[in-house]
């Protein structure tokens, strides 16, 4: 494997992918990915974590003007009102019964989400040797997000970057490392096991929050952002663990450097070639303060996102129960 993180060639990602290629571990047919390795046990276990009952919502708000700024491609989310309370309350009628009723339209990949394995394609293929055109103009015909709605309970760690560090968010472009994972994870005290989901904080969806500076946070014009994250390098290092999924605070999970960025090795290899659940655009800040409070930084995580029939992805509202 190239000693850098960022990969960049066809064979550095190739070489990549062969090393941790999970096509065919769980079964020609598989389509759970690294979901596999959450069992019951996993389950039962993570309901151990519940110390206070404490519940976290990661989810950003849906509106209609942000997260995704002008330029960005994806909708944010447009709500609109079908049928209201005006003209029904009891200073026009007494007797009448009325209802409101509302309409939802948004981007998939717009807000809090979870990319299906059908998200992203590596030379014409996606995971466990399903062909690219699988997908088409009705959606995904193999892979889609369905399996993971009906799947996505497990353990789930903090591992609070930003905070180990020891500042308010990491710097834009900056690299999550292997031994920031394993340092932080130490410093916390806690360790991970087989079928845990890991949520990143590296405190950027906070920085960009405070600061109002949305056009800098998503993709803008066709222009990736700069952006904090795992590096491919770290791919390695959570297939040893075997962790079932992981998400961030940012745009796209994986470590991004703006305008250079020619490839995406964490979705290429992770997504396609690993069945590794990623996680975008996860509110952790608040979770985050909690879990420093009282040193517990592991909890029950319950993320089953929407059950889109053929969809590549899926809004979620993740709750870590603590």
């Given at each position: 494997?190239?000693?850098t993180?960022?990969?960049?060639?066809?064979?550095?990602?190739?070489?990549?992918?062969?090393?941790?290629?999970?096509?065919g571990?769980?079964?020609?047919?598989?389509?759970r990915?690294?979901?596999?390795?959450?069992?019951?046990?996993?389950?039962?276990?993570?309901?151990?974590?519940?110390?206070?009952?404490?519940?976290?919502?990661?989810?950003?708000?849906?509106?209609?003007?942000?997260?995704?700024?002008?330029?960005s491609?994806?909708?944010?989310?447009?709500?609109?009102?079908?049928?209201?309370?005006?003209?029904?309350?009891?200073d026009?009628?007494d007797?009448?019964?009325?209802?409101?009723d509302?309409?939802?339209?948004?981007?998939?990949?717009?807000?809090?989400?979870?990319?299906?394995?059908?998200?992203?394609?590596?030379?014409?293929?996606?995971?466990?040797?399903?062909?690219?055109?699988?997908?088409?103009?009705?959606?995904?015909a193999?892979n889609?997000i369905?399996?993971?709605?009906?799947?996505?309970?497990?353990?789930?760690?903090?591992?609070?970057?930003?905070?180990?560090?020891?500042?308010?968010?990491?710097?834009?472009d900056?690299?999550?490392?292997?031994?920031?994972?394993?340092?932080?994870?130490?410093?916390?005290?806690?360790?991970?096991?087989?079928?845990?989901?890991?949520?990143?904080?590296?405190?950027?969806?906070?920085?960009?929050?405070?600061?109002?500076?949305?056009?800098?946070f998503?993709?803008?014009?066709?222009?990736?952002?700069?952006?904090?994250?795992?590096?491919?390098?770290?791919?390695?290092?959570?297939?040893?663990?075997g962790?079932?999924?992981?998400?961030c605070?940012?745009?796209?999970?994986?470590?991004?450097?703006?305008?250079?960025v020619?490839?995406?090795?964490?979705?290429?290899?992770?997504?396609?070639?690993?069945?590794?659940l990623?996680?975008?655009m996860?509110?952790?800040?608040?979770?985050?303060?909690?879990?420093?409070?009282?040193?517990?930084?592991?909890?029950?995580?319950?993320?089953?996102?929407l059950?889109?029939?053929?969809?590549?992805?899926?809004?979620?509202?993740?709750?870590?129960?603590?």
């Amino acid at each position: 494997m190239t000693s850098t993180s960022r990969l960049t060639t066809e064979a550095e990602v190739d070489e990549l992918a062969r090393e941790l290629s999970n096509w065919g571990r769980w079964g020609d047919e598989d389509e759970r990915g690294t979901l596999n390795l959450i069992t019951e046990r996993n389950r039962l276990a993570a309901a151990g974590c519940i110390r206070t009952g404490s519940v976290h919502s990661l989810a950003l708000e849906l509106r209609g003007d942000l997260p995704q700024p002008a330029g960005s491609g994806r909708l944010n989310a447009q709500h609109v009102m079908t049928a209201t309370g005006a003209g029904t309350g009891t200073d026009v009628d007494d007797r009448a019964i009325g209802y409101a009723d509302d309409t939802l339209t948004i981007a998939v990949h717009g807000a809090t989400h979870w990319d299906a394995l059908a998200h992203v394609f590596h030379r014409g293929w996606m995971y466990n040797a399903r062909p690219s055109a699988a997908v088409t103009a009705a959606g995904a015909a193999a892979n889609d997000i369905v399996p993971v709605a009906r799947t996505m309970v497990t353990r789930g760690v903090l591992v609070d970057v930003a905070r180990h560090r020891g500042v308010p968010a990491l710097e834009p472009d900056a690299e999550v490392t292997v031994s920031d994972l394993e340092a932080t994870l130490d410093a916390q005290r806690v360790s991970v096991s087989e079928g845990d989901a890991l949520l990143i904080r590296t405190g950027h969806l906070g920085r960009i929050r405070a600061a109002g500076d949305w056009a800098s946070f998503t993709e803008v014009d066709e222009v990736p952002p700069r952006e904090p994250g795992i590096g491919a390098a770290a791919l390695g290092w959570l297939h040893e663990h075997g962790i079932s999924a992981i998400a961030c605070d940012n745009w796209a999970v994986e470590w991004l450097t703006g305008p250079d960025v020619v490839r995406m090795p964490v979705h290429e290899v992770g997504i396609v070639h690993m069945g590794l659940l990623l996680g975008e655009m996860f509110e952790l800040d608040e979770l985050a303060r909690a879990c420093t409070a009282d040193g517990c930084f592991d909890f029950l995580l319950a993320a089953g996102p929407l059950p889109i029939r053929g969809g590549v992805g899926g809004p979620v509202n993740p709750l870590a129960i603590r």
